[in-house]
């Protein structure tokens, strides 16, 4: 079972995710903070992966600390549940339409962490989020989970489309990675061995 749960607790958030990689894009997020709650549900609905994440945080600061520990949070989850990687595909990548945004994402589970984000916010704000966190997420999620991830915007001016097309472009390039490639369902998809 491709699963896995991990709690998080700082000075700063709490924060529970439940991944199961073999899902159908079951979603139950709540962070308190309404629209980085809307991009996870994306990130869940278009990966396949379901996901039920509770998070508490210094809201009263700022949204910040929420969104990348969450992000921290989930690539670890990410970590567990894909244990030795043994038949999955590993890479994966998507161009994904949104009205006027496009957005490019490419990743490679690798275990060798690394963010290439061209992705530039006509606004500061959707609503109350700061579109910087958008990219904090990214990074966080990133790092702890060992992927090698390029964002790239092609185009778009309308802020929440850039951003809902960023999560739902990296949602779709990672459910191809971590599918089951059924050629190759035994091996690690490495010429050395392991990932």
Same mark, same amino acid.
């Given at each position: 079972m491709r699963r896995a749960t991990i709690t998080r607790k700082t000075a700063e958030t709490a924060i529970s995710v439940e991944l199961n @990689?073999? *899902?159908?894009?079951?979603?139950?997020?709540? /962070?308190?903070?309404g629209f980085f709650d809307h991009m996870l549900d994306q990130l869940s609905r278009h990966s396949l992966i379901d996901m039920t994440i509770r998070a508490e945080g210094d809201l009263h600061i700022d949204?910040?600390? /929420?969104?990348e520990d969450t992000g921290i949070a989930i690539g670890q989850a990410l970590v567990e549940a894909l244990g030795d990687k043994k038949g999955i595909r590993r890479y994966g990548e998507c161009h994904l339409p949104m009205d006027d945004a496009q957005v490019r994402a490419a990743l490679d589970l690798s275990a060798r962490p690394f963010l290439i984000w061209n992705?530039? &916010?006509?606004?500061? $704000?959707? *609503?109350? &989020?700061? /579109?910087? @966190?958008?990219?904090? %997420?990214?990074?966080a999620l990133a790092t702890h989970g060992g992927i090698t991830l390029h964002i790239d915007q092609i185009h778009g001016f309308n802020a929440h489309h850039v951003a809902e097309a960023? %999560? $739902?472009?990296?949602?779709?390039? @990672?459910?191809?990675?971590?599918?089951t490639d059924p050629r190759k369902a035994d091996a690690i998809p490495s010429t050395k061995g392991a990932l």
């Open positions: @990689l073999d *899902g159908t894009g079951q979603y139950d997020n709540q /962070t308190g903070v949204d910040h600390h /929420t969104v992705v530039d &916010f006509a606004a500061p $704000k959707i *609503g109350n &989020f700061d /579109t910087e @966190l958008v990219r904090e %997420f990214f990074q960023v %999560f $739902k472009a990296v949602a779709r390039a @990672l459910r191809v990675a971590v599918e």
